[in-house]
């Protein structure tokens, strides 16, 4: 028996007849093994190239309508996959934002004399959709002079941002970062902890857990009554029993008090409250830093809170307070300074000034057919899905009467202008 040819055996291992043909570049082998030396020795990824030229008498069959099908299924498949990474997953861009602002189609309109002409208008898609914030605290914020700074969509900070309106209380509540500084000057673990506007500092970031400046003894642990010298009360109404709790009586101020925070913490609530006043001083870290110098931060009194300290400032996303042991110096790169004015004061003044005069921004009124910048525009919202912005003449003979091709035209024309126009047409 004669031996068979080597083109009809494997390209790889030359011993086995193939039965598998490479999609990329139509190498015949015959297992799995073989395909991984394949891809290997040849650097050949394996996947349909779909540029390849294709002989028309091969499209019309089955495996050529498989071939584009499975093309643009693949484009279905990474356009969706992209989609939801970019919108769900990392949260980057809203899907409003997939779609382009504008939109250029090509339309025929009819000119003074008649004629048809084919011109290019720019239309807008969509409207441009900044992020959504509630409007109650957005209300809130200008009424504070406090000018949050936003970051784009899918920056870490901007995820981080909680802040909320609580409707109920007419407060914002805040989300904060606390950053604790070490006695020898490194950054400790960074914190997010919400609190309310009015808040006092010490008491929003000792609410943190497991932020506490006590340490139970036995001096001065607090001994109450245990669970078998608890009490019973008969209510009234349905002549039921219920457990009463117990309940601690400050020997310095004479309000009572809950007995577990007591017995948990071994302090009194008042000595509580001193011991955290004196336990760290708290720094507002400002937004904006430059590279290369230190950072400024501004100190600020432990009773103050948030409504107070960020009052005509400016913010990122959210406030970064800095604590650190009370009466440890700054470490080295921070500076203290002033805080981020959304207003200078001569600024601020002359507005002060405008406003008791009865005066008003002076705003620049467009005229009929100026378009600005449609970027601007569309940005600043100033422009409605729908609307025309710009128009372009597609036939080569509209620079002769391009007038004629607008359907508004300028009202400054004279009548013997116009007439001039179309007598040059006829003539024409």
């Known amino acids: ?17 193939p039965q598998y ?33 294709i002989p028309p008498k091969n499209l019309k069959t089955a495996a050529g309508i498989d071939h584009d099908y499975n093309f643009l299924k693949k484009l279905e498949r990474t356009v969706e996959r992209t989609e939801k990474e970019l919108v769900e997953e990392r949260a980057l861009v809203q899907k409003e934002e997939l779609r382009p602002l504008t939109i250029r189609e090509t339309k025929f309109k009819v000119g003074k004399d008649g004629r048809k002409r084919r011109v290019v208008v720019t239309r807008v898609l969509r409207e441009a959709k900044g992020r959504k914030t509630d409007a109650a605290l957005t209300r809130r914020l200008q009424a504070q002079g406090v000018n949050v700074q936003y970051a784009p969509m899918g920056m870490q900070r901007m995820t981080e941002n909680t802040t909320t309106f609580n409707r109920k209380s007419g407060l914002i509540y805040w989300q904060v970062e606390w950053q604790h500084v070490r006695d020898n000057g490194e950054l400790g673990e960074r914190k997010l902890w919400k609190c309310y506007e009015d808040t006092p500092l010490y008491a929003g970031y000792h609410a943190i857990p497991g932020e506490t400046t006590t340490t139970t003894t036995k001096k001065n642990q607090v001994k109450g009554p245990g669970r078998a010298n608890r009490f019973f009360s008969q209510l009234p109404a349905d002549k039921s029993w219920n457990t009463v709790a117990d309940m601690f009586q400050d020997p310095e101020t004479g309000k009572w008090s809950p007995a577990a925070p007591i017995e948990t913490t071994g302090v009194w609530p008042t000595e509580l409250d001193r011991r955290q006043r004196a336990a760290y001083d708290y720094y507002l870290a400002n937004p904006v830093r430059q590279a290369g110098k230190a950072r400024v931060v501004t100190k600020l009194g432990v009773d103050e809170c948030l409504r107070d300290v960020l009052k005509d400032t400016n913010v ?113």
């Not at 028996?1 to 007849?17: E, F, K, N, V, Y």
């Not at 043909?21 to 394996?46: D, F, M, N, Q, Y």
């Not at 009202?411 to 007598?423: A, L, Q």
């Open 21 to 53: 043909r490479c999609p990329r570049c139509a190498v015949r082998t015959c297992s799995l093994p073989c395909i991984r030396k394949h891809k290997s020795w040849a650097s050949c990824s394996g996947e349909r190239d779909p540029t390849v030229y």
């Open 1 to 17: 028996m004669a031996d068979p040819l080597l083109t009809s055996l494997c390209a790889i291992c030359h011993i086995a007849p």
């Open 316 to 428: 990122l996303e959210f406030p970064t307070i800095f604590v650190l042991h009370q009466g440890m110096a700054l470490p080295e790169g921070y500076v203290l300074g002033p805080k981020k004015l959304t207003k200078g004061p001569k600024r601020k003044a002359a507005t002060e000034m405008s406003h008791a005069k009865g005066g008003k921004r002076q705003r620049r009124d467009r005229e009929e057919g100026e378009v600005g910048s449609d970027k601007d525009e569309l940005m600043a919202g100033g422009l409605e899905a729908g609307e025309v912005v710009g128009e372009e003449s597609f036939d080569e003979d509209e620079s002769e009467d391009g007038d004629d091709t607008s359907d508004t035209s300028s009202e400054g024309t004279s009548s013997e202008e116009e007439w001039g126009d179309e007598t040059h047409d006829t003539q024409a």
